[in-house]
Structures are given as structure tokens and as C-alpha cells.
């Protein structure tokens, strides 16, 4: 069973910038597609990038611009840079992959399998 772990969520402050690492142990980086989601309280889990075949990219509205999904293969470790943080990216952030083809990049039910998430929180 794969197993992802997000790191490198903490608080930081309007402006700022964090990159968050999700390792993918075990071959699960070399699936289909890895992306990136978000949850924050009270909301649904909302889609933020991905990265398919560790080479297309693609980003939702909000974060394009400020957000960089890339992965590293050889360290089986997906990265999400984010920069010119604002309070509205408070959240829990996820990683999921995808195993197989699917044309859906972009909801949860798209992916299958997920890890534990990391908080991001910017204070204003």
C-alpha cells in the first residue's frame, strides 16, 4: 500500500514563502500523477497542482503565478513552492496520487491513495 508523508508545513507571515516535500516511498512517485490539495476548516478539499508523468504541470487559478509543483524522482519526493503567501492559503495541505491514467486531474475522487496533510497557517 503506498503511503504519503507531507512535511514543511509551520506559520509564516503574509508575503512570505515555504516549500512544502511529500515523500512517495516505495515506487508510489513514478505513478501516473501527483498533485497537490488543500483543506481549510469548513471547506471542501480544494484542488492546487499536479504533476503528471514528472512532467506536465498544471495549477489551479488562485495559486498560479505564486505556486511550483515539481518532484524529484530519485528521491521519490514530490515539492509544492510557495511563494507571496496570503491568509487565504491557510490550510491543510495534501498530497495524493494517482496510479493510472484518468482524465480527471483535478477532484479528490481522482486519486488514489493520499497522505496525512501538513498545516500551512498565514498570520497577517
Known amino acids: 500500500q503506498e503511503q504519503l508523508v507531507e512535511s514543511g508545513g509551520r506559520v509564516v507571515k503574509v508575503g512570505d514563502s515555504l516549500r512544502l516535500s511529500c515523500a512517495a516511498p516505495?515506487?508510489?512517485?513514478?505513478?501516473?500523477?501527483m498533485a497537490w490539495f488543500r483543506q481549510a476548516p469548513g471547506n471542501e478539499r480544494d484542488f492546487v497542482a499536479v504533476?503528471?508523468?514528472?512532467?506536465?504541470?498544471y495549477y489551479a487559478e488562485a495559486v498560479e503565478g505564486r505556486f511550483t509543483i515539481s518532484g524529484d524522482s530519485a528521491k521519490d519526493t514530490l515539492y509544492l513552492e510557495m511563494n507571496n503567501l496570503k491568509p487565504d492559503d491557510t490550510a491543510l495541505y495534501y498530497c495524493?496520487?494517482?496510479?493510472?491514467?484518468?482524465?480527471?486531474?483535478?477532484?479528490?475522487?481522482?486519486?488514489?491513495?493520499w497522505g496525512q496533510g501538513t498545516q500551512v497557517t498565514v498570520s497577517s
Open positions: 495524493a496520487g494517482q496510479r493510472v491514467f484518468r482524465m480527471g486531474k483535478t477532484r479528490p475522487q481522482d486519486y488514489d491513495y
Open positions: 516505495g515506487g508510489s512517485f513514478s505513478h501516473h500523477a
Open positions: 504533476l503528471v508523468d514528472n512532467d506536465v504541470k
